[in-house]
């Protein structure tokens, strides 16, 4: 693979002398593989690839160009004319490539500016002077092209690039930062801002700090950087990087997750007295206020003569404020989403109610209060029907109505038992996930 690779990037390298003095569309140039060759080396910082890029998506013909060609001529020019403008982090970077080659023995193909007491061979020096003819070309060509570009382009250009950036995890959100510093680039100090704070929070989140030594610059971190920039914004700045951060987080996995935990809870109210069915499985007509009943219930917050009756009245309405109380929310007539999701969970699992590990299951099951997840609400119904068998094989020790309803939670989770089990055994080999780690302590969590 590494030669076949090597031979590519060959090609694609060495052809660029013979498409040099061709001035035509990438696609005419490239095939699609040496295409994104050349983009992902060109967001790494590679300037050959970023040269060869921004040319063929900014030809000098006479052909015009469709407004997706424009955004993305826009965006390798853009790029390519930071990484070559000399900007200090650039500069530094360069330096230290050096370093790396001399002092480490790796062979780096980079090269920028010469400090006094550095030497170069002639290759070395005929490569500078080329990237020079190089950097001059690109200059021209950006003003031409930014010449007649319209503002909507220009920010559609730099959402495009920070958009492939972001999605590159923490380290294409540090590139997004030095970025943010290029005048080309065009952004506010807004965006500067809202960069860092997205960068300093993708890499406290991804643990990205156990592999990454210390920055070479002693006091130097991005909380730090972060922290300057937003102080710096009045109120109304602020709030729009508050916004570009969010749009630049909207791939971390962590606020996709927090989103999905939001969007279940949200779908936790619409269980009720009408929803018969709700997708293949359900509360089988019954609504989120019985569910909170027998969980209060279980965890000692209520008491029942006649077992729960579907009515939120004066009696629940006490038995939440207890519940809220207990878990250090401030005492209100209805229990919020997630202390519903709270609820249920500690009377499953803390006081292994059979009633609760049923509702458990049909919540996890249609991504009610939880993210959807089979193999957990496989768990918990599991859990119900045994607890539930257990019960029920020594009734003398129930409440009266405890005796009455129990058996009419039977048949209940052994169809939701063989709906959830059908469902997940649909599943594709490589979605399915194993179960079997799956423990009442973190069955919530």
Request: hydrophobic share 40%; glycine share 8%.
């Amino acid at each position: 693979m590494r030669v076949v690779l090597c031979v590519l990037a060959l090609a694609v390298f060495g052809a660029g002398g013979a498409n040099a003095a061709r001035e035509d569309k990438c696609a005419a140039q490239y095939s699609l593989e040496e295409q994104l060759i050349l983009e992902w080396a060109a967001l790494g910082g590679d300037p050959h690839a970023q040269f060869a890029i921004a040319k063929c998506a900014a030809p000098r013909i006479k052909t015009s160009l469709t407004e997706t060609e424009r955004v993305y001529a826009l965006e390798w020019l853009t790029l390519a004319a930071c990484d070559a403008d000399g900007m200090p982090a650039v500069d530094e970077r360069d330096r230290m490539t050096r370093r790396l080659k001399y002092e480490g023995d790796i062979s780096f193909r980079r090269f920028g500016g010469i400090s006094r007491d550095e030497t170069w061979t002639s290759r070395e020096k005929r490569f500078i002077e080329f990237r020079h003819e190089q950097v001059a070309d690109l200059k021209d060509r950006y003003s031409a092209f930014v010449e007649t570009a319209t503002a909507a382009e220009r920010a559609k250009a730099r959402e495009a690039l920070s958009d492939e950036l972001a999605r590159m995890g923490p380290r294409g959100m540090a590139r997004l930062t030095e970025l943010a510093e290029c005048g080309y680039f065009g952004a506010d100090k807004a965006f500067a801002a809202a960069a860092w704070s997205a960068a300093d929070q993708v890499w406290d989140s991804s643990g990205s700090g156990e592999l990454y030594g210390k920055s070479a610059r002693k006091v130097w971190n991005t909380a730090e950087e972060s922290k300057a920039r937003l102080a710096a914004l009045t109120p109304s700045e602020r709030r729009a990087a508050e916004a570009e951060k969010a749009r630049l987080l909207k791939t971390d996995p962590r606020v996709l997750a927090e989103l999905e935990d939001s969007a279940a809870l949200a779908r936790l109210g619409e269980p009720s007295s009408t929803h018969a069915q709700a997708g293949n499985v359900s509360f089988a007509g019954r609504s989120v206020t019985l569910a909170v009943q027998y969980a209060l219930e279980a965890l000692g917050w209520i008491e029942f003569v006649n077992g729960p009756d579907n009515d939120y009245g004066p009696s629940t309405i006490e038995a939440a404020g207890k519940a809220q109380a207990a878990y250090g929310f401030e005492a209100t007539r209805w229990l919020s989403p997630e202390q519903i999701r709270m609820t249920v969970c500690d009377a499953a699992t803390k006081k292994g109610d059979p009633v609760s590990y049923y509702h458990l299951a049909m919540m996890f099951a249609e991504g009610w209060g939880f993210r959807k997840d089979l193999d957990r609400a496989s768990f918990a119904i599991d859990r119900a029907g045994k607890i539930m068998s257990d019960r029920l094989s020594a009734p003398d020790g129930l409440p009266e109505w405890k005796q009455n309803a129990y058996p009419t939670f039977g048949p209940k989770i052994e169809t939701a038992k063989a709906l959830i089990d059908g469902e997940r055994a649909s599943l594709p080999v490589n979605v399915a996930t194993r179960g079997d780690a799956i423990t009442e302590k973190n069955l919530c969590n």
